[in-house]
């Protein structure tokens, strides 16, 4: 089989501080998938992710990050619109930060009132709840327009009955998506493919289709 | 036993200050302080502005020398901050700070005689420096994950403004307002070489005798710094910086001629000037080097030394006025009125008073360093010790603060001292124009001779000198790991 491929790992190994955390990983992921990685915490998923990071940058990629890595003293409008500064020239951007344009604010204002967040446009992100914030670097990252997505939690501060709505909305932004997840459940009804991580070893690598149930308990 | 490296470290210090003072001349000359006390106390409590003219304009003047000259050295030292790695850039930022703000005068002075930009120079200069140092170290403290995350492919310029720059501005601002601060201090300090700002008319008073209008313009230069929120408003700061470049006096006359003959003629060595032997020059370098530099620069650092343990002495007995673990909000805020006064005072000012008082002996400029140093640093440690926890079942009084405040606040109390040790033999050598010996009165003799080529030399020392002290007491402070816990706001 011959599919295309956007990444490509072989024997990889990924070091985060002194230690390797994994050693030989292999690991294929092509356009349009939808993976989502579990494990219990310290299993790697973060340090994956941002491997996947650094080997993905130069063609663009979104990025919803664990701690979301807001900018506390700005509103969202700033925050979201920082995800975009690439499609604007500095003058535009620095204009943007000391007098929004009009039309910047409707678009994003837009996309905040599909997350439910328009009131709080203009607001610093410091005054936000964890929720809210998570949102916001949701947004970000939706508007920031790449096709690939990486994405480490990026629903676990959001109420339980947004989470699905946001998911669903950030899944579909983007063309391929790797997100790690908490959330069983959720990663089972969003991801076409799961790999399960276990302390810096891939123990599942499946199509969710034929994924069966046991299977997942090994994780845990 | 063996004590702990922070309290090895500072029994060196207080030895070496005890050591300077056997050897330091801190003789009362004045035949009657007492008397001239008295008169002093009689000024203060009938101020009188009778004889300064133009009052308002003297005082907009003052603030319009600090604001142009702040305003330009903040924005520079931004632009250095920048490029701060560049060990070229970090040297001319040391070099410029080195060299103090009353030196940077003097040699202005013969460049452009009294213009404003002798003025505006003398404190954007020194203060640049300072700005590029304390910028670039908040923009390092405060760098936000998101520059790498968010628009990559967009310029480096739309990055840093979203998220390193906005994660430092409260930091930057408040820094910016402190050094407004100083740049109030420095811009009525400069009236003493004749710019015309509240110093001025302070000076010629002071001569006069005329301690009404001393304490009537001191007064003034307290309600200034006092009010300055009030007064210095972001949504005013355009009109101000637009008024300013017509409150600073007369532009046009940009005495060309004297500044080329300044940097062409009078700083050139003497022996060159006149086609001497190389072996000539080295004679009057040797000369100045063994007759002046040295001297002063001894003098220079037994100032320093006494008046750096006796800042710390000061600010640890005064901490306590300021501190919630030791007075109520009321007793607090009369501590902070008496701090606020102390360390207003630009230690110059003070150095003059007790000049007058004891004659010119190091005892009034340590009396003045100590002061005007122990009260920053005391409010610095008092806010500090507001920060820790105490136990429920704490001790009280004496052993509270022996066994359970000053053990917790002492190491950033070593911090903040010996960030401002180099501040200290800075003006410990500029004090030396009031005629005590240390570098500056080599420097200031020299230009009274017209040796500006022999001042140079000298000033020069100076910056070397600070240089040295900045760079052992970031030793120290690396070796103590003291280094991080420094509050920008008010250290430097």
């Not at chain 2, 142009?68 to 790695?85: E, R, T």
Request: charged share 15%; proline share 4%; with cysteine.
């Amino acid at each position: 089989m011959n599919k295309p491929q956007l990444l490509k790992l072989e024997d990889c190994e990924i070091a985060y501080g002194p230690a390797a955390v994994f050693k030989n990983l292999n690991l294929n992921i092509g356009p349009g998938e939808q993976v989502a990685l579990l494990g219990e915490s310290g299993s790697g998923k973060t340090t994956l992710l941002r491997h996947l990071y650094a080997v993905l940058k130069p063609q663009g990629v979104a990025v919803v990050p664990q701690d979301f890595a807001l900018v506390d003293n700005l509103s969202v409008f700033h925050n979201v619109y920082s995800g975009q500064l690439q499609n604007h020239s500095t003058i535009a951007n620095l204009r943007n930060l000391v007098f929004p344009a009009a039309a910047e604010k409707t678009k994003v204002e837009c996309l905040l009132s599909e997350l439910q967040l328009e009131q709080k446009l203009l607001t610093p992100v410091a005054q936000l709840s964890g929720g809210q914030k998570q949102r916001t670097a949701v947004a970000r990252a939706i508007y920031a327009g790449h096709t690939i997505l990486l994405a480490d939690e990026p629903v676990s501060a959001v109420d339980e009955n947004q989470a699905e709505l946001v998911l669903r909305l950030l899944l579909d932004a983007h063309e391929t998506s790797v997100f790690a997840m908490h959330d069983v459940e959720l990663a089972l009804k969003f991801a076409s493919r799961i790999i399960g991580l276990r302390d810096g070893e891939v123990m599942i690598d499946q199509q969710v289709a034929e994924l069966r149930s046991d299977e997942l308990s090994a994780l845990y | 036993m063996r004590f702990p490296a922070s309290i090895q470290i500072s029994l060196v210090f207080v030895l070496l200050a005890l050591a300077c003072l056997v050897i330091a001349d801190i003789e009362v000359f004045t035949l009657n302080p007492w008397q001239e006390l008295a008169r002093m106390a009689e000024g203060i409590l009938s101020p009188s502005l009778s004889g300064v003219d133009n009052l308002l304009y003297t005082l907009a003047q003052t603030i319009a020398f600090a604001l142009s000259g702040v305003a330009l050295s903040c924005c520079a030292g931004f632009v250095l901050a920048l490029i701060y790695q560049n060990a070229f850039v970090r040297v001319f930022s040391a070099m410029i700070r080195s060299v103090h703000e009353l030196f940077w005068a003097l040699i202005f002075l013969q460049m452009f005689g009294i213009h404003p930009l002798t003025g505006v120079l003398a404190i954007a200069l020194p203060f640049t420096g300072i700005f590029a140092k304390v910028f670039a170290e908040i923009l390092e403290e405060n760098r936000h994950p998101a520059m790498d995350l968010v628009g990559s492919g967009s310029s480096f310029l739309s990055r840093f403004s979203y998220t390193h720059f906005m994660q430092a501005l409260p930091h930057l601002r408040s820094y910016t307002s402190y050094r407004f601060e100083c740049g109030l201090r420095s811009s009525t300090v400069l009236g003493f070489l004749g710019i015309p700002t509240l110093g001025y008319y302070l000076h010629g008073a002071f001569l006069q005798g005329d301690y009404s209008q001393v304490a009537a313009v001191l007064l003034l230069f307290y309600a200034l710094v006092a009010t300055l929120r009030y007064w210095m408003r972001p949504v005013l700061l355009p009109l101000y910086l637009l008024a300013t470049p017509f409150l600073l006096g007369d532009w046009a006359s940009l005495p060309v001629n004297s500044f080329w003959r300044f940097i062409t003629v009078d700083i050139v060595p003497a022996p060159l000037r006149n086609n001497a032997s190389f072996a000539d020059f080295m004679a009057w370098l040797q000369t100045l080097l063994f007759e002046q530099a040295l001297p002063g620069l001894f003098n220079t650092l037994v100032l320093g030394q006494i008046a750096l343990v006796g800042t710390a002495l000061l600010a640890l007995l005064w901490f306590p006025l300021v501190s919630e673990k030791f007075l109520s909000s009321v007793g607090r805020k009369l501590g902070h009125v008496f701090l606020v006064i102390v360390r207003s005072t630009p230690e110059y000012i003070l150095a003059f008073v007790f000049l007058l008082l004891w004659g010119p002996s190091l005892l009034p400029a340590i009396v003045a360093l100590a002061l005007h140093n122990g009260a920053l640093i005391a409010h610095l440690v008092g806010a500090a010790s507001n920060q820790i926890t105490l136990r429920i079942d704490h001790a009280r009084h004496i052993n509270l603060y022996s066994y359970e405040v000053l053990p917790q606040v002492f190491r950033q109390f070593l911090a903040f001292l010996f960030y401002r040790w180099e501040i200290i033999i800075r003006e410990s050598a500029i004090l030396g124009l009031l005629g005590i010996h240390t570098l500056g009165f080599f420097v200031i003799a020299a230009m009274e001779e017209l040796r500006f080529d022999r001042a140079l030399v000298l000033i020069a020392c100076t910056a070397l000198l600070n240089i040295a002290i900045d760079s052992l007491s970031r030793r120290i402070r690396v070796s103590l790991n003291i280094n991080r816990s420094i509050n920008h706001k008010r250290a430097e």
